[in-house]
T-cell receptor, first 112, second 112 residues
């Protein structure tokens, strides 16, 4: 069974630029999550989707971050404009709706 | 005070040692407890999943949950150099796809 796919794996941008990340969850997983993991810390939830609806986006900085999950499968996370403090690994995870979540390899973002 | 506390380490042990990793938490609503292993530049990999209090064993790994003390542990027997990674504890308050709250991770190094 294929795991969670993410791209790109690495991205370097300058502050105030925009960037987008893509995630393809495990087939059949209705719930999709985006996490931000700052170096040396545990992942922090940004947004949770159930199919193509948002379940929880309370920790998403909505002035600069946006996410969508069209057709309830793939998802994109966008940052516009990026700040230095957005440098982190952005992890996508999926689940069947239970507590077990399966993570992708992440996208490492560096903002200079 | 963070909801989930985890000693960041690093924890260095010789090959073959028994490793004990721990987390404490403050939210008594947590019912689902997980341990993830994260290798450098990789996404977290689900190792152990337990519900409520008790023990669960899987090969060289044993997870323990003591809800009365708000304390969870992961034991690794006969540790191997390949176990060198960061170990993250994670918790959830219900099984309906709710967000995971992570500890900051403990970095483990197993020396040959």
């Amino acid at each position: 069974e294929a795991g969670v796919a993410q791209s790109p794996r690495y991205k370097i941008i300058e502050k105030r630029q925009s960037v987008a990340f893509w995630c393809n969850p495990i087939s059949g997983h209705a719930t999709l999550y985006w996490y931000q993991q700052i170096l040396g810390q545990g992942p922090k939830l940004l947004i949770q989707f159930q199919n193509n609806g948002v379940v929880d986006d309370s920790q998403l900085p909505k002035d600069r971050f946006s996410a969508e999950r069209l057709k309830g499968v793939d998802s994109t996370l966008k940052i516009q404009p990026a700040k230095l403090e957005d440098s982190a690994v952005y992890l996508c995870a999926s689940s069947t709706g239970g507590a077990k979540q399966y993570f992708g390899p992440g996208t490492r973002l560096t903002v200079t | 005070q963070k909801e989930v506390e985890q000693d960041p380490g690093p924890l260095s042990v010789p090959e073959g040692a028994i490793v004990s990793l721990n987390c404490t938490y403050s939210n008594s609503a947590f019912q689902y407890f997980m341990w993830y292993r994260q290798y450098s530049r990789k996404g977290p990999e689900l190792l152990m999943y337990t519900y409520s209090s008790g023990n669960k064993e899987d090969g060289r790994f044993t997870a323990q949950v003591d809800k009365s003390s708000k304390y969870i542990s992961l034991f690794i027997r006969d540790s191997q150099p390949s176990d060198s990674a960061t170990y993250l504890c994670a918790m959830s308050s219900n099984n309906a796809g709710n967000m995971l709250t992570f500890g900051g991770g403990t970095r483990l190094m197993v020396k040959p």
